[in-house]
């Protein structure tokens, strides 16, 4: 049997998405518009707390545990597994992760500008001017700075890509009974007659 030549694939395009959405699930931000002077307090903010010299070393670090946590949860799928004993088929999976995880840090790389908007914005919704001075004046302490460095890393605590991997094992045990499903309700959908409209 060579069910892994679809197993693969699918599974690969199937822990994209949920090893995104393991990294936060909140929802949409309002596109209201926000104050000039919280707008400015909030870009300082964000550039104190996302210096530019470490901005790549962050991004790096985040698809590093993004990427590991999916490949983790690919590779302990049993059929999965055992494509990957055939060395060329190990290969030229290991060489796909590797380009996809370079393309991917690349993009957030380029996209860096429009997420640093997007958080500046985030924030001055959400706090006042004075408590954006507040947590400007924290960030700048040794503390808030050390903060500032490690929080990105959080991602990769062992704790926390164990929980990733419990979670991306989960979602991976349950598709094969929900594309079941979906197959079922296609074939019934497709079975049904067309009423014809009544004149």
Avoid: C
Avoid at 12 to 20: D, E, K, Q, S, T
Avoid at 40 to 61: G, W
Avoid at 123 to 140: N, V
Avoid at 166 to 181: C, G, H, Q, V, W
């Amino acid at each position: 049997m060579r069910h892994w030549k679809f197993a693969l694939p699918a599974a690969v395009l199937i822990a994209f998405p949920v090893a995104v959405q393991a990294q936060g699930t909140g929802g949409t931000a309002s596109s209201a518009k926000v104050e000039s002077d919280r707008l400015a307090a909030a870009t300082q903010l964000v550039s104190l707390m996302l210096p530019a010299t470490q901005r790549d070393a962050m991004v790096d670090q985040m698809m590093q545990s993004i990427m590991s946590t999916m490949i983790a949860s690919i590779k302990g799928q049993p059929e999965i597994a055992s494509a990957l004993e055939q060395p060329k088929v190990e290969a030229v999976f290991n060489r796909f992760l590797d380009r996809q995880r370079q393309l991917a840090s690349d993009q957030l790389k380029a996209e860096m500008p429009g997420m640093l908007t997007a958080m500046s914005r985030a924030y001055a919704r959400r706090f006042t001017t004075p408590q954006l001075a507040e947590l400007h004046a924290f960030f700048d302490t040794p503390t808030g700075q050390l903060y500032a460095r490690e929080s990105s890393g959080i991602l990769s605590d062992p704790d926390i890509v164990e929980w990733q991997r419990n979670l991306m094992t989960k979602s991976f045990a349950r598709y094969p009974d929900e594309i079941k499903a979906l197959v079922n309700e296609l074939e019934h959908a497709l079975a049904e007659p067309v009423e014809e409209p009544k004149a």
